[in-house]
């Protein structure tokens, strides 16, 4: 049983209108800027074996429906909403669409990123902004491509599908900006995942490392932004900007979600109950629990818990 936060996810635009569909699979609308192409592809038909490459990386994001994604460096996998897929310059993606019909389109959105824009704000972060001693350079780990989208990481993709019917006369300069936030939080993304998946083989080499495998371990107690400093070596200001540049949420955010997690755990037990839920990860007001939940969940924990024990 799924029991982790899902992935933010995206308001979808419209769909073509049947007239205007050019074919039923990956019929395609795009739009350029100075540093990238934004295409949104749309299926409306069973298909399978479908190949797609482009010359640059590609960031890719599920609108609706689902694909079955075979990339090189990957067995075949699920590609649903509220999940992005990284794709590396000139991969092949071939794409299965099992479930496509006029009543259930499938619909993706794909950005190419100009190379020199990547490697722009590779190079602006690790000047101005460096990680951790104990994590490199930023970087894009081409090795991390199946990500589940954190809500910054869709609202910085949402902005972009949206400024091509925006009024504005500087859209290539708003694409830019919101390009060079998309790839920080992307790089912010996996930097977290990595953390979240190797925190007791990296809790010794590295704070944060150290501060999550704290936090997860003292999730029902009360826990401080000084005391957490303190496990990192760190003044309290300079933790709590260090935390959010590398990780990309505030501690206090980090801590939520992983209550939530819990809480999700709880809930999927027939013996609990949502109050159970609620003091058992950590919270300590029923109705603060459910405000925080949905606002997570997109559903209030009652309904999440029918859903799983009906």
Not at 69 to 78: I, K, S, T
Not at 80 to 91: D, F, H, N
Not at 163 to 186: C, F
Not at 207 to 222: K, S, W
Request: glycine fraction near 2%; proline fraction near 6%; hydrophobic fraction near 40%.
């Amino acid at each position: 049983m799924d029991t982790v936060l899902k992935g933010a996810l995206l308001r979808p635009p419209a769909l073509t209108p049947e007239r205007d569909l050019k074919t039923l699979v990956e019929n395609r609308t795009v739009f350029t800027f100075n540093n990238c192409e934004l295409n949104i592809f749309e299926t409306h038909q069973s298909s399978e074996q479908v190949l797609l490459r482009f010359q640059g990386m590609v960031y890719t994001a599920m609108l609706r429906g689902k694909k079955v994604m075979y990339l090189p460096q990957a067995a075949p996998f699920e590609y649903l909403p509220g999940e992005s897929v990284l794709v590396p310059e000139a991969s092949p993606m071939v794409i299965d669409f099992p479930e496509s019909s006029p009543q259930n389109p499938t619909q993706c959105v794909a950005l190419e990123i100009d190379r020199q824009q990547i490697s722009n704000t590779l190079n602006l972060l690790n000047e101005k902004f460096p990680r951790l001693e104990e994590s490199g350079n930023w970087a894009v780990d081409s090795a991390q491509f199946h990500i589940r989208n954190s809500h910054e990481l869709a609202d910085a993709v949402g902005r972009l599908i949206r400024i091509p019917s925006e009024p504005n006369l500087a859209k290539d300069m708003l694409a830019n900006v919101t390009l060079q936030e998309l790839l920080i939080r992307l790089l912010q993304t996996q930097a977290r995942t990595t953390l979240l998946e190797q925190t007791s083989t990296l809790q010794t080499r590295h704070r944060f490392a150290f501060v999550i495998q704290f936090i997860r371990e003292h999730l029902t107690e009360n826990l401080s932004i000084q005391q957490l400093a303190r496990l990192a070596c760190m003044s309290k200001p300079h933790f709590f900007r260090r935390f959010k540049q590398e990780l990309g949420v505030s501690p206090l955010d980090f801590i939520l979600q992983e209550r939530i997690k819990l809480a999700k755990q709880v809930l999927s037990r027939p013996d609990t109950s949502v109050t159970d839920a609620c003091y058992h990860s950590g919270f300590n007001n029923l109705a603060y629990f459910t405000l925080q939940f949905k606002k997570y969940e997109g559903t209030t924990p009652s309904y999440f818990r029918k859903r799983l024990i009906p």
